[in-house]
């Protein structure tokens, strides 16, 4: 018997990703970001991957992967933070004001080498992922399929999680908003 995980990135937020962060704005502009809410819903192949399996649906606590979560058709949702995206570390301020996308980037950078300044940290992350494989194999046992509507790092790191613990990689759309990850089981 087979068991199904698919990983899916949340939609697009509301959020102006052009906007220049000012010096002393880092944590706010962070936190809008945190909050935002999706703008638009799946798309085709994504909805028609998640449709045919029928999977149980978990998602992050976070607005914008609950909200995607909805638009795929979730009437009974499972909502934990431990599927939260990995928190970007961030400087308290910064010497010039920068674009969101460097801003961004800097700080996930940071997180892959170990940066925590206000964020819990790559390892902590990692091992978050591992109890969220754990709680998802738990799902996937019990339902056949499960669909994990959650964030592009964060996913990244249960799908390595996954992996590891036996699982095989056997399809996805890529990275962006809305892509997806399907892993597999071999269950006797």
Same mark, same amino acid.
């Given at each position: ?35 935002? *809410? ?53 400087? *308290? ?50 339902? *056949? ?10 996913? *990244? ?32």
């Amino acid at each position: 018997m087979k068991q199904t995980i698919i990983l899916i990135r949340h939609g697009q937020p509301e959020f102006d990703a052009n906007r220049i962060v000012g010096r002393h704005c880092v944590a706010d502009v962070l936190n809008e970001y945190w909050v935002s *809410r999706v703008v638009n819903g799946p798309e085709e192949n994504t909805l028609a991957s998640v449709k045919e399996l029928d999977p149980y649906i978990v998602s992050s606590a976070l607005a914008r992967a609950a909200d995607s979560a909805q638009l795929l058709g979730a009437t009974h949702l499972s909502v934990s933070d431990t599927f939260n995206e990995s928190e970007l570390p961030h400087p *308290r301020a910064l010497w010039i004001s920068l674009p969101w996308s460097v801003v961004v980037f800097a700080c996930r950078v940071g997180w892959f080498f170990g940066y925590q300044t206000n964020a819990s940290g790559r390892l902590i992350d990692e091992r978050r992922a591992v109890d969220a494989a754990q709680t998802l194999e738990a799902h996937a046992a019990h339902h *056949r399929a499960v669909a994990l509507v959650g964030h592009g790092i964060f996913n *990244r790191l249960v799908s390595r999680a996954l992996v590891a613990r036996g699982w095989s990689v056997c399809g996805g759309t890529g990275r962006g908003y809305w892509s997806y990850r399907m892993v597999e089981s071999d269950i006797a």
